[in-house]
């Protein structure tokens, strides 16, 4: 018995739906923008476009590597005494990072390379809030150390105090200590987050990040932000970050500590991440802002 011939719609539509399967089964290269646009976190704050080739490829790895509810082990070490460890391939690239030129004036302010200290302080905390997002956290830990401590220490190496990058410094130390969790560290002897809880005590409450976070939560908790529209949760972890004008992070460590020992639903979880990204991500914005003006401070 002879088969009918397939109609050319249907090869016309077998062969399309191939190559969206293709597409995402056998990417090997980054996100591109487009696939970033499409996920609500990426879109938080600054466009992606507008960063540089090694930050996109961070943005696209953090948006696809959402960080973890583990307690993340440091080991307080020089950045070349520490052990080896398995971590992504773009935390060499960003060591070897130097931005060009052309990198460090996208704001167009006119200058044409990057001057004076305070533009190398700023690379620092760039690169530590980089680290931070590829689970790098000694080697983030010694750049904000000097940043954000008066003391000299073995690891960080001699302090720099007065810069205008400090309190950056300061948020992203508390950071990288809350994702140390319920391990001990050497620098005081403490969790984690009692760690993270005494570095979050030093960020001011003025932080340009806080109010960002404040209106990012009411605006999720909204079903908006990101320029999309989602869905909206009672209780949802948005409106408990979201309620007061002041940002909380000791009850955002709370919750993420909450997560760690399994204290959340799957869908609390989804919601601390999206934070977790915004809170990053702000973070981000503003330091490559000011490594990007060649001016020493606010």
């Known amino acids: ?38 996920k609500s976190s990426a879109r938080v704050g600054r466009p992606y476009e507008e960063f540089p080739g090694i930050i996109q490829e961070v943005i696209s790895h953090v948006s696809e590597h959402p960080v973890p509810f583990v307690s993340t082990e440091m080991y307080y070490k020089s950045s070349d005494s520490l052990p080896p460890r398995k971590l992504s391939s773009l935390v060499e690239k960003v060591q070897k990072w130097k931005p060009a030129a052309a990198e460090a004036d996208e704001m167009e302010t006119g200058h044409s390379e990057l001057i004076g200290p305070e533009q190398q302080n700023y690379l620092s905390v760039v690169k530590a809030v980089l680290f931070y997002a590829l689970d790098a956290l000694d080697e983030s830990h010694n750049l904000v150390l000097p940043l954000s401590w008066p003391s000299p220490t073995p690891f960080g190496g001699p302090a720099i105090r007065g810069s205008a990058a400090a309190q950056d410094a300061t948020l992203c130390h508390a950071m990288l200590h809350r994702r140390e969790g319920d391990f001990i560290g050497a620098e005081a002897g403490l969790s984690g987050w009692d760690n993270a809880s005494f570095w979050f005590s030093r960020v001011d409450r003025g932080h340009p990040v806080y109010p960002l976070l404040v209106q990012f939560c009411r605006e999720r908790a909204k079903g908006e932000a990101g320029g999309q529209t989602h869905a909206k949760r009672k209780d949802s972890i948005f409106e408990k970050l979201g309620k007061n004008s002041n940002w909380s992070s000791s009850l955002l460590t709370s919750l993420v500590e909450s997560g760690v020992c399994g204290g959340l639903s799957e869908e609390d979880k989804k919601e601390i991440e999206e934070v977790l990204f915004a809170e990053w991500k702000f973070l981000l914005d503003k330091c490559w802002g000011k490594l990007s003006r060649c001016h020493n401070s606010d």
């Open 1 to 38: 018995m002879k088969h009918p011939s397939p109609s050319p719609l249907f090869v016309i539509c077998a062969l399309l739906s191939f190559r969206i399967y293709s597409a995402f089964v056998f990417r090997t290269s980054p996100l591109s923008s487009q696939d970033i646009e499409m």
